[in-house]
Antibody
Framework: EMQLVESGGGVVRPGGSLRLSCAAS????????MTWVRQAPGKGLEWISG????????GYADSVKGRFTISRDNAKNSLYLQMNRLRAEDTAFYYC??????????????????WGQGTLVTVSS | QSALTQPASVSGSPGQSITISCTGT?????????VSWYQHHSGKAPKVMIY???KRPSGVSNRFSGSKSGNTASLTISGLQAEDEADYYC??????????FGTGTKVTVL
């Protein structure tokens, strides 16, 4: 069974940093791109970052560009999100999901499946 | 990177059909045949219901169907059932390693 499990969420003060992790199992991790999506309280889903299978291509939403860094360790079947200079508006559930960051034509998986259950990040003083 | 526009809410009685629209621009929805739809029950992981505009993943009911015309994509749920009550989001690849989600639609089964 394919599974993604996020960890690393918690409470952090504005301006602080946090590193989220996503552990993958049940599929060949280094065959796929991965992505992070978040949902702020009472708000909708927001795509924030993605990475290709080997880490040499990444993408970021304007809302996090320059503050967040996505990375992966294929040897550990793990995806990461380093979040710096956190703001109150970064408070959200953060989900990891499998999906390609670029369009490669047929065979490209430009949708997100599966998803993890999410980890909550709260930015508050 | 503006969110795609969806109606805030759509409702229907059991057995009826409903359609959720998802409007973007010629740079995102209109440029790629890569719209996907997600069902999200509060507290659970989102679930893909439709990908590449019209394709249904294994295990998803054939009551769910998708389409696209120009800059607007649509999700239709036929034979509405109580378990379909959830939030639904469209999403599209927008080029340059970027994705955009829709604003989300709350589906209520009356």
């Amino acid at each position: 069974e394919m599974q993604l499990v996020e960890s690393g969420g918690g409470v952090v003060r504005p301006g602080g940093s946090l590193r989220l992790s996503c552990a993958a199992s049940g599929f060949t991790f280094d065959d796929y791109g991965m992505t992070w999506v978040r949902q702020a309280p009472g708000k909708g889903l927001e795509w924030i970052s993605g990475i290709n299978w080997n880490g040499d291509s990444t993408g970021y939403a304007d809302s996090v560009k320059g503050r967040f860094t996505i990375s992966r360790d294929n040897a550990k079947n793990s995806l990461y999100l380093q979040m710096n200079r956190l703001r109150a508006e970064d408070t959200a559930f953060y989900y990891c999901a499998r999906g390609d960051i670029n369009y490669y034509g047929s065979g490209s998986r430009n949708w997100f499946d599966p998803w993890g259950q999410g980890t909550l990040v709260t930015v508050s003083s | 990177q503006s969110a795609l526009t969806q109606p805030a809410s759509v409702s229907g009685s059991p057995g009826q059909s409903i359609t959720i629209s998802c409007t973007g621009t010629s740079s995102d929805v209109g440029s790629y045949y890569l719209v996907s739809w997600y069902q999200h029950h509060s507290g659970k992981a989102p679930k893909v219901m439709i990908y590449e505009v019209t394709k249904r993943p294994s295990g998803v009911s054939n009551r769910f169907s998708g389409s696209k015309s120009g800059n607007t994509a649509s999700l239709t749920i036929s034979g509405l059932q109580a378990e379909d009550e959830a939030d639904y989001y469209c999403c599209t690849y927008a080029g340059n390693s970027i994705y955009v989600f829709g604003t989300g639609t709350k589906v209520t089964v009356l």
